[in-house]
């Protein structure tokens, strides 16, 4: 069975400061992993796969299968990253079946 | 157009009714997704159709019974629903399965459902 776990439910950061939101994973496969945000009165989009290795709005995540984490990172918050954050998994080849976490409101102090 | 659409956005109906949730897409995809998000939770999948073809199930009561008439086109019929369905219904659509990189899911805005 394939998990996603997002430790913090909210997370506050001031503007200009470093973000790190946590994503683990628990998959006998080899999974891929996703960021999903969802802005105020916006609908999910993705925001980066590891896949891709890009940097996305200044934001960056490493896929670590020794500690089988996919942590969502940024240098410098800035106001309009308040979000909602989703990391999710594919499975199986064949099966898109996406797996979310429960999800990381982030909110960005001015 | 890149967008996927969903109508309606708001939608009230009693456990005996019957309704429908459409939604739509002209990207050419061949991949449509319903999923269930309750307030405050993730969305969870419900079906994928593959070419028309529903390809996933997962599990879902009978009284949601999803339907795909063309590409580009995908209903979630309803009837007697329970409250404890109401919640956010969203479409997705990407462009094939079944291969890796996984492709993109484009998401709709949803329809809000409200089982009295």
């Known amino acids: 069975a394939q998990r996603v776990t997002q430790p913090e439910k909210l997370l506050s950061v001031f503007k200009g400061a470093p973000v790190e939101l946590k994503c683990n994973y628990s998959?006998?496969?080899?999974?891929?992993l996703f960021w999903y945000v969802q802005y105020s009165r916006q609908r999910l989009q993705l925001l980066l796969r590891?896949?891709s290795r890009e940097s996305i709005k200044g934001f960056t995540a490493d896929l670590n299968k020794g500690e089988t984490s996919f942590h969502l990172k940024k240098p410098f918050a800035q106001e309009e990253d308040s979000a909602m954050y989703y990391c999710?998994?594919?499975?199986?080849?064949?099966?898109?079946?996406?797996?979310f976490g429960t999800g990381t409101r982030l909110t960005i102090i001015p | 157009d890149t967008e996927v659409t969903q109508t309606p956005k708001h939608l009230v109906m009693g456990m005996t009714n019957k309704k429908s949730l459409k939604c739509e897409q002209h990207m050419g995809h061949r991949a449509m997704y319903w999923y269930k998000q309750k307030a405050k939770k993730p969305p969870e999948l419900m079906f994928v159709y593959s070419y028309e073809k529903l390809s996933i199930n997962e599990s879902v009561p009978s009284r949601f019974s999803p339907e795909c008439p063309n590409s580009s086109l995908l209903n979630l019929h309803l009837h007697a629903l329970q409250p404890e369905d109401s919640a956010l219904y969203l479409c997705?659509?990407?462009?094939?399965?079944?291969?890796?990189?996984?492709?993109?899911?484009?998401f709709g805005p949803g329809t809000r459902l409200t089982v009295t």
């Open positions: 999710a998994l594919a499975s199986n080849f064949g099966n898109e079946k996406l797996t």
């Open positions: 997705a659509s990407s462009q094939d399965l079944g291969r890796r990189p996984t492709y993109e899911q484009y």
């Open positions: 998959y006998s496969g080899s999974p891929e």
């Open positions: 590891h896949i």
